[in-house]
Each structure stands twice: as C-alpha cells, then as structure tokens.
C-alpha cells in the first residue's frame, strides 16, 4: 500500500515580468488621455439681490477620460486644480462607468478655470499633451 502514496513532483512556474516600455493590453491601453474638457451651463445657486448675500452659481466642469484605443477607463482618480474668483483649490475625483468626472464649483459670478493636474492610471501612462488640460468660463451675476 505505500507504493500508492508516491509524492508528485511540482512544476516549477516562472514568472516573466512585462516590460514597461511595451504597450500594454488588457483593460486599457496606454497613454490615457483627456478627451473632452468643458464646462457646463452655470446654474443659480442661491443668494438673492434682497439680502445681504451676493448671488452664487454652481459650475459643473467636465472631464472625460479614454486610452489609446478610445475606450472608456472607469475608476481613474483625476486631479485638478480649481480657480474661482474667491479660492482655488486642488480636487479629486474617480471616473464613472463612462469614463467621466464632474467637479462643482460653487461662488460668486466670475471667472473659473479648471486646470487638470494628473490622471492615476493604475500603472499606465496619462499624456497630458494629447488632450485639453484647461478650459475657464466667464460668469456674470
């Protein structure tokens, strides 16, 4: 009975790593860039000419996100750096299933700008000179 037991020998596995200058393939496919930057209408926001309080408006800005294929990449952190007539600031955000992102600005009527900073593209490489990087809108009151 002991002729029954005989041990297996195991295969030894090697791993070979990817070079990092080679595209990659997969999910996505490198440099991700930013393919649509704007911003949208401005909404009112509150604040009336009867009280003490200037008129706000929110502002939306846009950002949308796709690799060298055009495909959508969903779940990038962004960061950008917002302008308003009253603050600036750095924000993050995560893109959607569309590969899209919305930052809220909410202030008095002027200029805002939104400057993208980074994309962490999850060991891809994001090429901010093959898309917008900043786009500002003018608010009036």
Do not use: N
């Amino acid at each position: 009975m002991a002729g029954r037991w005989r041990r297996r020998r195991r295969r030894q596995i090697q791993l070979e790593r990817h070079p990092d200058q080679l595209p990659k393939r997969g999910l996505f496919t490198e440099p991700v860039r930013v393919t649509q930057l704007r911003a949208l209408e401005p909404e009112d926001a509150g604040g009336h000419a009867s009280t003490t309080e200037e008129p706000r408006v929110r502002v939306t800005f846009l950002i949308e996100i796709r690799d060298a294929e055009d495909r959508r990449c969903p779940d990038l952190a962004v960061d950008a750096r917002v302008h308003a007539p009253d603050r600036t600031g750095d924000v993050q955000g995560a893109t959607d299933m569309f590969g899209r992102v919305k930052v809220q600005v909410v202030g008095p009527a002027g200029t805002y700008s939104l400057e993208v900073l980074e994309v962490a593209a999850k060991a891809l490489d994001y090429d901010p000179s093959a898309g917008p990087s900043e786009v500002s809108v003018e608010v009036s009151g």
